[in-house]
């Protein structure tokens, strides 16, 4: 079961991006995410014209980037919307889900079951809040649950099968890409038909000063997993030098 909402404000946007931090030497790509994308982001409205509310508790807290709403959830619910069709009845799965935009707009497009997952537990109480808050948008027989789940761990606790995974802006960490490919193909594995859709926001910048080409590495990670992994959509995003694709996962036949 759900549990009640707490008493957060609902809010439409979160909380300012914190002061620019001082950097070391080392600093990691996840400092360059913070400091070149923009926070200030809200989701497409249903094709009801109705839209979601969500409490959207930025960085304090302890909610770090998963407490904010970034361009790729927006792009990803976008492309969802256009096909509203095929979510209706499904069973859907999101990894990494943060404030849980993504899987209640599937929720609210129709899905029957929908599994929202992130490794923090006050995500998870953020991402049942929100979901009770918008109980009115779900089909009346629709579960929608909540889970902590850490990548990489045996996905048989998240339920399943599943006809969908979901997942927006989880690929900039190419450390991760190994746990998040294992946890993909694994519950790929467990539906006959099933694919997932992966919302990957390039940051050119982040890539230049690491030296790295994250698509590429996680086509690796993909391929190491037993998976193939296509574009389906791509869009230029506000920020300059930045666009969003939206990734294809199948399991390798």
């Given at each position: ?55 959207v ?8 980037t ?14 969802l ?36 997952s ?70 790929l ?50 920020l300059p ?13």
């Open positions: 079961p759900i549990p009640s909402p707490s008493s957060h404000p609902s809010l439409t946007h979160p909380s300012p991006i914190p002061p620019e931090p001082r950097f070391s030497k080392g600093f990691s790509s996840m400092v360059l995410v913070v400091l070149i994308a923009h926070v200030g982001m809200s989701l497409p409205s249903l094709p009801s014209g109705k839209s979601l509310r969500l409490f508790p930025g960085y304090g807290g302890g909610y770090g998963g407490g904010n709403l970034w361009p790729a959830a927006s792009a990803l619910c976008t492309y919307s256009r096909g509203q069709s095929s979510l209706e009845g499904l069973a859907v799965c999101e990894l990494g889900s943060g404030t849980g935009a993504v899987g209640l707009y599937a929720a609210a497009l129709g899905a029957h079951t929908v599994c929202l992130d490794i923090s537990p006050a995500l998870c109480q953020t991402i049942s809040d929100n979901a009770a808050a918008n109980r009115a948008l779900f089909a009346a027989n629709a579960t929608v649950v909540s889970r902590t789940y850490t990548w990489g761990r045996p996905t048989s606790q998240l339920g399943g099968p599943f006809d969908l995974v979901l997942g927006s802006d989880v690929t900039y960490r190419h450390g991760m890409h190994r746990s998040l490919c294992k946890s993909v193909a694994e519950l594995s467990g539906g006959k038909s099933c694919h997932a859709l992966l919302a990957h926001q390039h940051r050119p910048i982040a890539e230049l000063l690491n030296g790295v080409d994250t698509l590429s590495l996680l086509g690796e990670a993909a391929a190491t997993a037993g998976l193939e992994i296509r574009t389906v959509h791509s869009e230029q995003t506000l030098l930045s666009r969003i694709s939206l990734l294809e996962a199948r399991l390798i036949p």
